[in-house]
Structures are given as structure tokens and as C-alpha cells.
């Protein structure tokens, strides 16, 4: 799931460092409303988050929209993924749990972004396998996707508006779009060059 996180509240509950990798996570991916609760904040936390130091209480949630349970206390994180679920707050827990009352509701995976393209990677919980898996993806990653991903924002609202087509014909459009022949003419021609090579192919586009 791609969560839009620009104007959501997100509570995080720890101070640690663990904390400190959520807050730089998320404002990567956007957001700009973060709130930190813990009676202590390591430094290595960017000072765009709100910082509230208190013991963790269940109103610290209030107005949230996501949560993190961050602490070194196994107790109060179970107790926050409680406090969230009566909420119907989705939570995520850093360490684990076995009891599914207590248990994360998603997490977050490791990712690159290049331009317009998220890789993201997840797997089976293991955080350290995640991160070598994306770090091996990035070098193969094909910079003539990203430069198509940007291209899309013009391309795709042509062809959605394009009357005469159906679903079967868009979909086959967007398949001839991540060719090599159209990454090819996009990257070395530009964008007019891809629209005027698709009008061709797809006059009903013009």
C-alpha cells in the first residue's frame, strides 16, 4: 500500500533511535506532520517533528491518522497498539508480538526512489535481508523508468481522455509505453517525440 501522508497526523511514541529512522522515513516519503512522544528525544531526531515529552497516555493519539509504536518497553508498545486499535488507528510496532491484539497492523518496507518510481521491498519481517535486496536492486535499476514514470504525468491523462478507445486498447497502450522502443525514443528524443510516435501508432490520439 502507497499511503498519501502529506497533511496526516502520524504519532510516534519512543525517542530512541529507532524513532529517529521513522521521522527521516516519513519525511522522505512526504510528511509534514509528525508528532514525537517520549519523556526523552535523542538527537539524531529532525527538529520538524513536534516533541512532546511525556510518558506515553492514550489521548497522545488523538487526531492521528497513523501510529508508530516505538519505545524499548514491550508493554507500552503493546500498550499504544491497543490504545490504536480501539482507536481503528493503524499501528505499527517495532519489535513483535505473538499475540494479534498486540500485533503491528503493517510495516514498512525498504525502499529507493528514483524521479516518479518507489521500490520497496519487504521481506517476511527481516528488516536486514530487506535492505540488501533494495540495495541490489538499485544498482540494476533502469534510469529510462523513472524518466517514463515523470513522462506519464503529461502522457497518460491524453490517453485516458482519448475517445474511440476501450479499456483493452488503453491497457495495451500502456503496455507499448515500457517498451524498449518508446524508453529508448523517450530518453534520447524527449517527450514530443514519444507523443508524436504514439498519435502515429494511435491516430484516435491526436
Avoid at 529508448?184 to 524527449?190: E, K, P, S, T
Amino acid at each position: 500500500m502507497m499511503l498519501e501522508v502529506s497533511q496526516r497526523l502520524i504519532v510516534i511514541v519512543g525517542g530512541g533511535s529507532v524513532a529517529a529512522r521513522k521521522v527521516r522515513g516519513l519525511i522522505d516519503a512526504g510528511a509534514t506532520r509528525i508528532r514525537i512522544v517520549a519523556p526523552e528525544v535523542c538527537d539524531d531526531v529532525p527538529e520538524v517533528a513536534q516533541i512532546v515529552r511525556e510518558r506515553y497516555r492514550p489521548e497522545h493519539l488523538d487526531g492521528a491518522s497513523l501510529v508508530f509504536a516505538a519505545t524499548n518497553d514491550a508493554d507500552v508498545n503493546a500498550q499504544v497498539v491497543r490504545d490504536a486499535h480501539v482507536r481503528n488507528l493503524l499501528v505499527c510496532r517495532a519489535d513483535s508480538s505473538e499475540d494479534p491484539n498486540e500485533s503491528s497492523d503493517f510495516s514498512t518496507p525498504a525502499r529507493f526512489t528514483q524521479g516518479g518510481v518507489i521500490v520497496a521491498v519487504s521481506a517476511a519481517g527481516n528488516p536486514a535481508l530487506a535492505a540488501v535486496i533494495r540495495d541490489g536492486l538499485r544498482w540494476r535499476f533502469d534510469k529510462r523508468w523513472a524518466i517514463m514514470a515523470d513522462a506519464m504525468q503529461t502522457v497518460r491523462p491524453r490517453i485516458l481522455a482519448a475517445r474511440g478507445l476501450n479499456g483493452e486498447q488503453r491497457a495495451a497502450i500502456f503496455r507499448e509505453l515500457v517498451t524498449d522502443d518508446a524508453l529508448y525514443l523517450l530518453a534520447r528524443d524527449g517527450i514530443d517525440a514519444l507523443t508524436a510516435w504514439l498519435i502515429e501508432r494511435h491516430p484516435e490520439l491526436s
